[in-house]
């Protein structure tokens, strides 16, 4: 009865950012500074910001000796902002890849706060509050936070923006200059991070507002946007442009017009035409894993549907319905699909979700589709933990601690879930599975995947390198078989991605004092290209592993020449 009185009064609170931090915090703090660097992502923009570091070169994007023209710089800036920052007052960051994760977890944290505070406009007080909550401990954030790249900040953008632009909509003349300001700066920053993103998500909101709120009967070609004047569009525009335009002209120079062949025809078009790096996907991937990406609070959205669209009169409702709709719509229909490409859809069925636990009329959902969330509450919060039991068994072959903890975790979780669900307690539900989840992602992300050692190969050779040789230069070392991102950020962007065994000869002979890394598909080459070359080797020693991208053991031996 406590918690239950506590969770009441939750929603009730008149300042409720503290609430919402704490929360974040531990939801999203445990493995935050204790899971290594991961591939392949985050190594690379890590390392590219670590390069924007060391050459003061804040132009132009490298990784290695390679010009990186994917996105651009507006995450690298904030990483490399961070790292500077913690410098300035004694904290070595530079190699730690926990500061190139802190823009993250501020993206995430702006976003919470974003749904709590611009939501009231759109679903009252109480609601947005528990929508807020319900934000934080989604599976793909949680994981975003983790990960040193762009669409936690991202979605801090677009929250932002679309929470201005909910206000522009249901009160066109109450919305200020400053507002309107603030909603195309905004924009800007997004640009700055994620290119046509942030402005994408707005744009097909209003089209589809300007379609629904034409009047009854009238062609489909007379639209009706009273809203367009309020975000004073005439200077609005070149403000947004004006926040990005400096470095995007600054970049086609350096690049001689490279990065935006690249970013625009590698980049973007294949994501659209084809399922880059083997990230295809069929249109309903992501209503299909809805139920995991948006754990603990799937459930809740889920049975808000139905009433949700029953509603999509209101103009609230209809406010939240056209930012997350066509949104989703359209990454379904995109080739390359990835569970984060839909999470700026995610603050607007929040709120849906929560609208419709604090009412108390609300419309049941049919009867499958409270099957289905519960069957997505229960198998998630068991399943997840499970999983990271069976990691801990296939990898390291014990049965981690911290793993067994989480799959009790889990079962507490999904029974004091559905007890509350069979009482109608929707606005305690909520509550109760953003702060029920803290264990079980705690148990995963600090219990689990840090002490999967075995994964962790890079770190692990970085490790082994600098016991037998202490600040070797990274240019004098080569590797052949594991050109994963992260070696690179652990050792240093100018170390040598070494193609064949022989190449792995040929650079020990070149200079004295190197030392190369071999994986044993090489291995057998490189011993007859050093016969050949009268090279005496030297073993230091090796590291065996799972290269986790790839799906296979490997095993790295270290060599140098007497």
């Known amino acids: 009865m406590r918690l239950a009185a506590f969770l009441d009064r939750l929603p009730e609170t008149r300042r409720p950012a503290p609430w919402l931090i704490a929360l974040c915090l531990l939801l999203w703090l445990p493995g935050f500074f204790t899971i290594p ?45 961070v790292v500077h920052g913690l410098e300035a007052v004694g904290i070595p960051a530079r190699t730690q890849i926990w500061a190139y994760r802190l823009p993250s977890l501020i993206g995430a944290m702006i976003a919470v706060l974003a749904t709590c505070l611009l939501g009231r406009a759109l679903v009252g007080r ?54 309107a300001a603030a909603f195309w700066a905004v924009l800007g920053l997004g640009v700055l991070l994620k290119g046509p993103i942030a402005p994408m998500v707005p ?12 009047p009854q009967g009238a062609p489909l070609w007379r639209l009706s946007a009273p809203w367009l004047r309020s975000l004073r569009l005439g200077w609005g525009l070149p403000l947004m442009v004006l926040v990005s335009a400096p470095w995007f002209v600054a970049i086609g120079i350096a690049t001689e017009g490279r990065f935006f062949s690249e970013a625009l025809g590698g980049d973007m078009l294949d994501k659209v035409s084809s399922g880059e790096e083997a990230h ?14 948006a754990f603990p609070s799937a459930w809740i959205v889920l049975r808000s549907l139905p009433g949700s669209w029953a509603d999509r009169m209101q103009a609230p409702v209809r406010f939240l319905l056209a930012w997350a709709v066509p949104t989703w719509l359209l990454f379904e229909a995109v080739q390359t699909k990835l569970p984060h490409y839909v999470l700026p859809a995610f603050p607007a069925l929040m709120l849906l979700g929560a609208r419709w636990a604090m009412d108390p009329l609300r419309q049941e959902a049919p009867a499958w589709m409270r099957w289905l969330g519960h069957v997505a509450l229960a198998g998630v919060a068991v399943g997840l933990p499970a999983v990271a039991l069976g990691a801990g068994l296939f ?36 509550l109760a599975g953003a702060i029920l989840a803290i264990p079980v992602y705690a148990a995963v992300l600090e219990g689990v995947i840090p002490r999967l ?57 070149d200079g004295p004092g190197r030392i190369a890394a071999i994986g044993d598909r090489q291995e057998a080459a490189f011993r007859r290209a050093a016969a050949e070359r009268g090279l005496t080797l030297r073993d230091l020693g090796s590291v065996t592993g799972l290269n986790y991208v790839r799906g296979r053991w490997i095993t790295l031996s270290l060599f140098k020449v007497d």
Request: with cysteine.
């Open 453 to 509: 050692t075995s994964v962790w190969v890079s770190s692990r050779l970085a490790a082994a390198v600098a016991q037998v040789a202490p600040g070797l230069p990274a240019r004098n070392f080569g590797v052949a078989g594991h050109h994963e991102p992260s070696l690179q950020f652990a050792m240093g962007g100018e170390i040598r991605l070494l193609t064949t065994g022989e190449a792995a000869a040929a650079f020990l002979a």
């Open 280 to 293: 295809w996907g069929p249109p309903g991937m992501y209503a299909a894993i809805f139920g995991i990406t």
């Open 395 to 430: 990898v390291e072959r014990v049965v981690l601690p911290g793993a067994a903890i989480g799959v009790i975790a889990g079962i507490a979780m999904a029974w004091l879930l559905l007890r509350m669900a069979r009482r109608q307690a929707w606005g305690r539900a909520a």
């Open 37 to 81: 660097a991961g591939d392949r992502d985050e190594s690379r923009f890590a390392q590219a910001s670590r390069q924007m570091v060391d050459s003061h070169d804040y132009v132009r994007i490298r990784l290695g000796e390679v010009e990186r023209n994917k996105k651009p710089a507006g995450i690298h800036w904030a990483q490399a902002a």
């Open 203 to 214: 744009l097909l909101a209003g089209i589809t507002l300007a379609v629904m709120d034409r």
């Open 126 to 179: 109480r609601a947005a509050f528990v929508a807020a909550a319900m934000l934080a401990p989604c599976m793909v954030l949680v994981v975003e936070t983790h990960i040193a790249k762009t669409d936690a900040a991202l979605l801090a953008a677009i929250t932002v923006a679309m929470g201005l632009f909910g206000r522009a909509y249901l009160t066109p003349d109450s919305f200020t200059p400053r507002q």
